[in-house]
């Protein structure tokens, strides 16, 4: 069954639907050679990093970083992602500075799982239905960002799915070796087009792609 935000269910959002359709982004650190980054992540919480804690903000790529999540009006979550996020962030303090804190506490979170029943994490719903459904009826809102960060094995199945708007990658310049890769070893053939490009004082680059559809 479809799942539709409810306005009767604690943790849903009754948003109008309007004219200008919410845009669903993705938000990713990698490496040069394409793995991705667990954010702060302990080897205890998130298992699938083989290597992590290389990925260093500088204070351009932070300040990006807190414009993005600024531009939230909702998140979706893979479940390991929603986990560290619900166990670090969720349970922090409010800094009084902090545009990540800010949008993760007061925006609506939607997590992607058939195992997760009970999230603690105020303003949460869980997706354990027809995801396709649920994803395209929350992009159907009217709203500006419907954001994905990490979320890796969800970042590929929406990619699969068509359901992906535009692509935020920070890549660092560091070779991993080894670990999760953000993109999978066959996938679709999707053409990109780049929308914005930068690059920070210690070579961290940031593009931003938008997705125009499966190549002919």
């Given at each position: 069954?479809?799942?539709?935000?409810?306005?009767?269910?604690?943790?849903?959002?009754?948003?109008?639907?309007?004219?200008?359709?919410?845009?669903?982004?993705?938000?990713?650190?990698?490496?040069?050679?394409?793995?991705?980054?667990?954010?702060?992540?302990?080897?205890?919480?998130?298992?699938?990093?083989?290597?992590?804690?290389?990925?260093?903000?500088?204070?351009?790529?932070?300040?990006?970083?807190?414009?993005?999540?600024?531009?939230?009006?909702?998140?979706?979550?893979?479940?390991?992602?929603?986990?560290?996020?619900?166990?670090?962030?969720?349970?922090?303090?409010?800094?009084?500075?902090?545009?990540?804190?800010?949008?993760?506490?007061?925006?609506?979170?939607?997590?992607?799982?058939?195992?997760?029943?009970?999230?603690?994490?105020?303003?949460?719903?869980v997706l354990s239905g027809d995801l396709v459904a649920a994803v395209r009826a929350l992009k159907a809102m009217q709203?500006?960002?419907?954001?994905?960060?990490?979320?890796?094995?969800?970042?590929?199945?929406?990619?699969?799915?068509?359901?992906?708007?535009?692509?935020?990658?920070?890549?660092?310049?560091?070779?991993?070796?080894?670990?999760?890769?953000?993109?999978?070893?066959?996938?679709?053939?999707?053409?990109?087009?780049?929308?914005?490009?930068?690059?920070?004082?210690?070579?961290?680059?940031?593009?931003?792609?938008?997705?125009?559809?499966?190549?002919?």
């Open positions: 069954m479809p799942m539709h935000p409810d306005p009767n269910h604690a943790g849903r959002i009754n948003w109008k639907k309007g004219n200008t359709i919410m845009k669903l982004t993705t938000t990713t650190q990698v490496s040069v050679d394409g793995v991705m980054q667990g954010p702060g992540a302990r080897q205890d919480e998130l298992d699938a990093f083989e290597r992590h804690g290389w990925a260093h903000f500088d204070n351009e790529a932070g300040k990006v970083m807190d414009e993005i999540f600024q531009r939230a009006d909702a998140f979706l979550f893979g479940r390991l992602t929603y986990k560290h996020f619900a166990a670090t962030w969720g349970t922090w303090d409010d800094p009084g500075d902090s545009p990540i804190w800010t949008a993760l506490h007061t925006k609506p979170k939607y997590v992607a799982s058939t195992t997760l029943t009970n999230p603690r994490w105020a303003n949460t719903t709203g500006g960002e419907l954001q994905v960060h990490g979320s890796g094995a969800l970042f590929r199945w929406l990619l699969d799915n068509d359901l992906i708007d535009e692509i935020n990658l920070f890549t660092f310049p560091v070779l991993v070796g080894q670990g999760t890769r953000l993109f999978a070893a066959a996938g679709p053939d999707v053409s990109l087009d780049l929308i914005d490009s930068r690059a920070t004082p210690s070579g961290i680059t940031i593009q931003v792609y938008r997705t125009t559809g499966r190549r002919p």
